[in-house]
């Protein structure tokens, strides 16, 4: 007998998925969570508490990571983030960094299953097609439309991925007048705007309340339930069902094989500190890419000495981000009539508008056809500390204070509304963006802490640079002015994926396609790690997807019937 | 550093409190200290008037700021993080 069939460990996209289908198709599951156990009446649009007091994560003096950046002159040197600020965590809590999101919800669009067979490889990058097909994962897009929850209105456009069902199960969230502006400048330049899906209620569902529409949405704790974390979405409900017990406050420190090789059990560290052990059927590991490979490089044993289901040596590699670039402009009162100031100055904090005509970029002045990114269109975040901090800290030469910084400030919020652009790009998978052990750091308990060496390839800045002038440009003709256009390279720390990627071959990949250890067949990873590839979309709904599509899998391990299966 | 001629920093006319303040961001200590200030003062100001500054919201209706909701409960020391 053991403590449970299925011992999942983390507790966000990856985790919640998992342990709500098992659970509810009749399988003891226990969720294994390093964080508190927030619930809605936790969550305040409190900017000091919830923003600038680490609520959600964990202190760097405690807890680092050591990230290794190459300088110009191409040596590479490693510092802790308790020492740089660079903070790598997200939401660390039940529910994870779920919890946190704006819910821009895509998916990915069928080519992202194939980009070295469509777009060819890239000298310097490590492209490879998925193992499965969009095919594959779309049941699951559309179960997590009903089960997360995601908002939205399909309408024709040339770039509508295929869609088993003809509409959103729920209708749209409000959307501020500016998106009939950008509605009304897509033709004017040839693109194509359309509605932004979120995994936002706008209706109550399954216990959760609708949308209230207060904004300081992206970065804060839902209070009514309406965002599609795994806690409100999945977990809440598989508590409910008796079978799943969430251990909130607990950190994996290894898992633990038997004689066969094969996983038998997970040592944690509970609330006080003291190790415990549970013994499970199945390991499920979803801690997030950086600390999945930390937890299977952390139990390395004599059978798998370069870390767990890590013989091949691929644990680790191919860290992906999302290739981020962004537009900014301002839209200010002065340029419009009265009524378009009032439709400015509208309260609805969602635009809900994305443009997808650069996913594929087909553009002789750019090269080759290639792979592009999606776009979409979000007011600069209301939080006034982070503005204001803004203005006394980024001019180069001296911080700004006094009646210079009131006016700044004022002349801000008071003039204009200004509107960014947020772009995501594939980011290339090379070998220089890892996860390692780091050799001398080690976190509170005493364990080495990852490693992460970090770069960027030269084509992805190129691609951000192209999106973000076009960008620019789309801004310019829903009426903006002042647009400022940056292809950054820096990485988008709270959309990390790869270091475990499924593929068919054993040695080149860690998990098969149904993502289980080529090396433990009851070892799955569930979260972003199994990406080989990120896409050009946020990677939310594409981890609960096929978080969903594994527990199938594992199901169908364990000897039941899958969830999709029987609930057709 | 506070001081100047003999005379306190409050006592000093505004052209010589920005001189010396401007001439102690210009030390490293300096530079440290008042990015620290700065920043916590930027927190009282426009921060949530449950942790005592921005009294009765004073500062975000002078700003035309629109805050969210739910607003946090009152902070007592117990709850101080």
């Known amino acids: 007998m053991t403590d449970c069939d299925v011992c999942v460990i983390g507790s966000g996209a990856g985790g919640g998925p998992v342990a709500f289908s098992l659970s509810n198709a009749g399988y003891s599951v226990i969720v294994l969570e390093k964080g508190p156990w927030f619930t809605e009446k936790d969550f305040f649009k409190d900017e000091i508490g919830e923003c600038r007091r680490h609520k959600f994560t964990p202190n760097l003096r405690d807890e680092p990571h050591v990230v290794e950046e190459q300088d110009d002159d191409g040596t590479w040197s490693a510092q802790s983030t308790y020492k740089s600020g660079w903070d790598f965590w997200n939401g660390v809590m039940v529910g994870g960094a779920s919890n946190l999101m704006s819910g821009f919800f895509l998916r990915m669009k069928p080519t992202d299953f194939a980009l070295k067979s469509t777009f060819g490889p890239i000298d310097g990058a490590d492209i490879v097609d998925w193992p499965i097909t969009y095919d594959d994962l779309e049941p699951y897009y559309a179960l997590v439309e009903r089960e997360v929850g995601v908002s939205g209105r399909v309408i024709q456009h040339p770039y509508q991925e295929p869609r088993s069902t003809p509409d959103f199960p729920f209708p749209p969230t409000a959307e501020h007048p500016l998106a009939t502006w950008i509605d009304r400048a897509g033709p004017k330049i040839g693109v194509h705007p359309f509605p932004l899906p979120r995994a936002v209620l706008s209706r109550p569902a399954n216990g959760r309340g609708s949308c209230s529409y207060s904004g300081y949405c992206g970065g804060y704790g839902c209070a009514t339930g309406a965002k599609g974390n795994a806690r409100a979405a999945l977990l809440d409900r598989a508590v409910k069902n008796g079978r799943c017990e969430v251990r909130a406050e607990c950190m994996a420190r290894r898992i633990i094989t038997g004689p066969d090789g094969r996983a038998r059990e997970v040592e944690y560290h509970d609330k006080d500190g003291k190790v415990q052990r549970i013994s499970a059927k199945i390991v499920v590991v979803a801690c997030q890419p950086i600390e999945t490979s930390r937890l299977l490089f952390l139990s390395a044993n004599e059978k798998f000495p370069n870390g767990l289901a890590n013989n091949s040596g691929n644990v680790g590699r191919f860290l992906l981000f999302s290739a981020a670039a962004s537009a900014e402009g301002a839209f200010s009162y002065k340029k419009f009539s009265e009524s378009q100031v009032r439709e400015l100055q509208s309260p609805q904090p969602f635009i809900n508008r994305t443009v997808h005509d650069w996913y594929t970029i087909d553009d002789r002045t750019f090269g080759p056809r290639s792979k592009g990114g999606s776009m979409d269109f979000i007011f600069i975040h209301p939080n006034p500390i982070s503005l204001a901090r803004f203005f006394a800290f980024s001019n180069d030469r001296r911080m700004v204070w006094g009646s210079r910084l009131k006016n700044d400030l004022k002349h801000y919020i008071n003039d204009a509304r200004h509107v960014i652009v947020e772009i995501f790009g594939d980011w290339l998978p090379t070998d220089d963006c890892r996860v390692t052990l780091d050799p001398e750091v080690k976190d509170k308990w005493g364990l080495p802490v990852a490693r992460v060496r970090m770069n960027s390839h030269p084509w992805q800045k190129k691609v951000a640079r192209y999106l973000a002038d076009r960008a620019a440009e789309v801004l310019e003709a829903a009426g903006s002015d002042d647009v400022i256009s940056e292809g950054s390279a820096s990485p988008s720390t709270n959309l990390p994926a790869g270091t475990c990627r499924f593929g068919k071959d054993p040695t080149t990949s860690v998990l098969d396609p149904d993502c289980r250890a080529h090396e433990v067949d009851n070892l799955f990873v569930t979260d972003g790690s199994f990406m080989p590839t990120g896409g050009s979309v946020p990677y939310t709904w594409t981890i609960y997807a096929n978080s969903f599509r594994v527990a199938d899998k594992i199901i169908r391990q364990l000897g039941g019937r899958e969830t999709l299966v029987a609930g057709a | ?81």
Not at chain 2, 30 to 55: I, M
Not at chain 2, 75 to 80: D, F, K
């Open chain 2, 1 to 81: 550093v506070k001081e100047r001629g003999n005379k306190e920093f409050v006592a000093l006319s505004e052209r010589e409190r920005e001189r010396v303040l401007r001439d102690f961001e210009d030390t490293h200590e300096g530079d440290l200290w008042l990015t620290l200030v700065l920043g916590y003062t930027l927190e009282a100001y426009v921060g949530d008037p449950s942790y005592g500054g921005n009294p009765d919201e004073v500062v975000w209706r002078w700003l035309g700021h629109r805050p969210g909701f739910p607003r946090p409960p009152k902070q007592t020391e117990a709850t101080r993080r």
